[in-house]
């Protein structure tokens, strides 16, 4: 990116002086600390991850309605 595209704080900003977007919508998503993609993914697994922890826990754990 140009510089001369910077605000006084240096970041870019959202749209050029001619109204287009700075940044395409491709890149917007995948570009800067972490791509949003990537956090919900793992946010995902890790939902599904803790549940399957639970349903397991009712199948062999105390409480389940097997026999003693």
Do not use: H
Request: net charge positive; aromatic share 12%; hydrophobic share 45%.
């Amino acid at each position: 990116m140009s510089t001369k595209l910077k605000g006084p704080d240096g970041r870019i900003p959202d749209r050029l002086p001619d109204g287009r977007p700075a940044v395409s919508w491709e890149r917007r998503w995948t570009e800067g600390p972490l791509p949003l993609w990537l956090v919900a993914a793992a946010g995902g697994i890790a939902v599904i991850f803790v549940l399957g922890i639970f349903f397991y826990g009712s199948y062999t754990g105390v409480g389940n309605a097997g026999g003693l």
